[in-house]
């Protein structure tokens, strides 16, 4: 990668070349809540957004449901998604928007997506909630893992300096929201919540580095990170900024149901 791209690069893209699996804010114990709240069947048809670099993909896979369907908006992630899935007779990757999926109307039971709502403007997230509420069947449910903001009552103030510090160091104009406006996204798109999961939002954290990635991997990042003088000084800024604003971030994991 070049210093040029590096500089540039939005900040999971940066961590998923240093070797990184889990980019999402609630960490691997956030997203296995999120599906066992899900409580997926062999019968039951799932849909993904932004499945990325699959972590969550072999997860869900494993649990064997009757069809997995991939939307991935970046076209490289979505070819090698449909390389890693392309033995399996129930998987499929569509190179799309989440917010036109093309998929049927009312054709799934459960929509499921990670740290992609966070990184688009308001009424983005909007279109995106109300494709997952078309896809849907009756009482189907849609589980979303995304970074939150706390209180509820935060000051606009606070709100707009983490949302600049966070555009400056990931490169995404992250808009994290707080509970209450995750939810009320989803209620205005007739979503009923169900359950809520939160945890601290600690992505870049060596505890939970090594309890996402296990002992091999972290050395392996750790090693990569040392060894890219560029990539380090992007990851160590993002840490910098997730640690100044620590009280005030969160991840929530959301479980809404189509009525
Ligand atoms: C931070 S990564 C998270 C990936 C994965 N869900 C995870 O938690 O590891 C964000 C992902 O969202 C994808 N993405 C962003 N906007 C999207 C959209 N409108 N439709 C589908 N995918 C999208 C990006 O291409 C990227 O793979």
């Known amino acids: 990668m070049s210093n040029k791209t590096i500089n540039t690069e939005q ?3 940066i961590l998923a070349k240093m070797g990184k699996r889990v980019l999402r804010p609630g960490g691997k114990a956030l997203t296995e809540q999120i599906i066992h709240s899900l409580n997926i069947q062999s019968k039951d ?11 969550t993909a072999d997860i869900l896979l494993d649990k064997n449901p009757y069809q997995y369907t991939g ?12 390389q890693k899935v392309n033995k399996k007779s129930n998987a499929i990757i569509y190179n799309r928007s989440a917010s036109e999926t093309g998929l ?13 709502l966070t990184m688009q403007a308001d009424n983005r997230k909007s279109e995106i909630i ?21 209180p509820d009552n935060i000051s606009e103030e606070t709100k707009h300096t ?7 160091t990931i490169k995404v104009n992250a808009r994290p929201l707080t509970q209450k406006e995750w939810c009320h996204l989803l209620e205005q798109e007739g979503f009923v919540i169900k359950t809520i999961h939160t945890s601290p939002m600690h992505l870049l954290r060596a505890s939970r580095v090594l ?23 992007r990851i160590l800024e993002m840490r910098k900024v ?11 994991g959301i479980i809404a149901e189509k009525p």
């Open 45 to 55: 048809t799932v849909v993904e957004f932004a499945p990325g670099i699959g972590y």
């Open 211 to 233: 309890s996402d990635e296990g002992i091999w991997r972290t050395l392996k990042i750790g090693f990569n990170i040392l060894t890219h003088g560029q990539a380090r000084g």
């Open 130 to 150: 109300r494709e997952a509420f078309r896809i849907l069947k009756k009482g189907g449910l849609y589980g979303i893992h995304e970074l939150g903001l706390k």
């Open 71 to 82: 939307i991935e908006l970046n076209e490289e992630a979505a070819q090698n998604l449909t």
């Open 11 to 13: 900040g999971h893209w």
């Open 162 to 168: 983490i949302q600049r510090s966070l555009a400056q």
């Open 104 to 116: 049927e109307t009312a054709c799934t039971d459960i929509v499921m997506g990670e740290a992609m």
């Open 242 to 252: 997730f640690e100044q604003h620590e009280t005030y971030m969160a991840a929530y």
